[in-house]
C-alpha cells in the first residue's frame, strides 16, 4: 500500500506522548494506527528531535534504548517534508503550534491531530481540519 492509498496526519508531540504512555485511549489508538500503518505520520526533522526531546525527558523516566527504537520505528513510517513557511502574522498567531500548521500545509493540507481544538485560516484563507485524538478516530470511522 502506498503513501497515496492511506491518511497523511501530523500528530502533535502531546498525542504521541500521550499515545506512548497510553494515558489516553484515543492517543493510544492513534499510534496503533500509525503502527499497523492505517495512517502515516508527516513531520520534519524538527518535530521528529521535540518527539524524542519529550520522550526522553527525565520526568517520564523512559529507558533510552526504548525511545531510540521507538522512534527508529516511527521515524520509518514517516513522510518527511520541509515546512513551507506562514507569514510573521501568522507566526505570531500560531505561537508554538506554528510548526505543526506549516507541515499541514506542505503537506497538502492534511489533518492535524492535537490535544486541543485551535483552528487555524490563514492570511490566503487556508483551512487545516484539526481533530482531537478521538474526533479523528470518530471522523474517519475507525
Not at 33 to 49: E, M, N, T, W
Not at 90 to 95: D, I, P, T, V
Request: proline share 6%.
Amino acid at each position: 500500500m502506498s503513501y497515496s492509498d492511506k491518511q497523511g496526519v501530523v500528530i502533535h508531540s502531546q498525542v504521541l506522548l500521550e499515545g506512548v504512555l497510553s494515558t489516553r485511549e484515543s492517543s493510544c489508538e492513534i499510534l496503533n494506527l500509525v503502527l499497523d500503518r492505517v495512517i502515516y505520520p508527516v513531520a520534519d526533522r524538527c518535530l521528529l528531535s521535540l518527539y524524542m526531546y519529550n520522550l526522553l525527558s527525565p520526568l517520564l523516566s523512559m529507558k533510552p534504548i526504548f525511545v531510540k527504537d521507538f522512534m527508529k520505528k516511527f521515524s520509518s513510517l514517516c513522510e518527511l517534508v520541509s515546512p513551507t513557511p506562514l507569514s510573521q502574522k501568522n507566526r505570531e498567531y500560531l505561537g508554538d503550534q506554528y510548526v505543526y500548521y506549516s507541515i499541514s500545509i506542505s503537506a497538502g493540507k492534511i489533518p492535524l491531530i492535537s490535544p486541543r481544538l485551535h483552528y487555524f485560516l490563514g492570511d490566503h484563507k487556508i483551512h487545516i481540519p484539526v481533530f482531537t485524538p478521538g474526533g479523528y478516530i470518530k471522523d474517519q470511522g475507525y
